[in-house]
């Protein structure tokens, strides 16, 4: 298990858990040769799938990919499209709505969702459009009561039109998300993977717990591949080893 006592991690820290966990999981997926080493440590089918099960809990868009990612002009394409997507949208949509309309950003928001890197962009906007969508489904609503959040007050229909209003007016329009959404459809035919049924974010107890189930599984598996995998290529797949930065680079 972890060496840190849960009680002393940070909310930095378990925010990253989930990126942790894609990156390791997709890693042993896709290479038998770790997956093996893994196995002789007691890493079985079993364990890998509760790995999954554990992501899911935190983040229900993700999908288990069950073949490599191809190398087609499409599959290329889309995720040059996705990868630097949450890099430049997500932080002016924090910024937009975070003071303007605090409940629809909980709802975008929880969790701790952050712009991330490579494989783990695309679980990070699929989440991010699966919860737009639901402001959609809301904005639309006859309801006055609104929706809970998983953090702050129920957004209302009314919240819910003034922050697509804003992600409207800053770019992240609906032919813009049109065009994401058939990315990630490419991206998931590609890797063999079922799209998951969108669910709603947790409320913040179920999805702290949540956090810190995986936070104990990624952090006990990272130990155990840090002694079973040696090699750098391996390891840098696995997420527990960085590439170095290209000789005179600081």
Known sequence: MANEDETTVSAATLARAPGRALT????????????????????????????WAKLRAVDPTAATPTAPASSDPAMRAALALIAPWDNENLPIADAALRKRVPAAHAYLFAGGLEASDGAESVTVVETFLTRVAGLEALATSKSKKGADGADGPAVTPAQAKAALDLLDARGITPAVRASLHAALAVVRK?????????????????????????????????????????????????????KKAPRGVK
């Open 190 to 242: 590609g890797a063999g993977a079922e799209r998951a049924v969108p669910v709603a974010p947790a409320r913040a107890a179920a999805q702290q717990a949540a956090l810190e189930a995986l936070y104990e599984w990624i952090s006990e598996w990272t130990l155990v591949a840090r002694k079973a995998v040696t090699r750098r290529d391996h390891q840098i797949a696995l997420g527990i080893a960085a």
């Open 24 to 51: 390791f999981l997709l890693a042993v997926g896709r290479a038998p040769v770790i997956r093996g080493l893994l196995e002789v440590r007691g890493y079985t089918p079993a364990e890998h799938e509760a790995g």
